[in-house]
């Protein structure tokens, strides 16, 4: 009977870059905490501004999508959207 496979660099050289390119396909596509690691690694290859360039924010919406409903649903607070149009927020 043959011995646990250790999970080391070795190891996972080993099994050669199309296998594992598949793994971490596999494992990005039903793990979102991982696939936004990956996405981070592969932006860190092209410099930091890449990085910053990552907008999967885990199924948040865009900004301007989150004002424009949190304007629909509270518009009618008049003196905090006063505030936040004198500070350039709004």
């Known amino acids: 009977m043959a011995g646990k496979t250790s999970l080391s660099p ?13 793994l971490i396909l596999e494992e990005a596509e039903g793990n979102p905490a991982f696939r ?5 690694a592969l932006a ?3 410099g930091p501004a890449a ?7 885990d199924g948040l919406d865009p900004h301007d999508a989150y004002r424009l409903a949190l304007r629909q649903s509270h518009g009618r607070k008049t003196s905090f959207w006063a505030q936040v149009a ?3 927020a709004g």
């Open 10 to 22: 070795e190891s996972l050289i080993a099994l050669g870059t199309d296998v594992l390119a598949r």
């Open 86 to 88: 004198a500070q350039g």
């Open 51 to 57: 990085v910053s360039d990552i907008n999967d924010l």
């Open 44 to 46: 860190g290859t092209k």
């Open 36 to 40: 936004k690691r990956v996405k981070a």
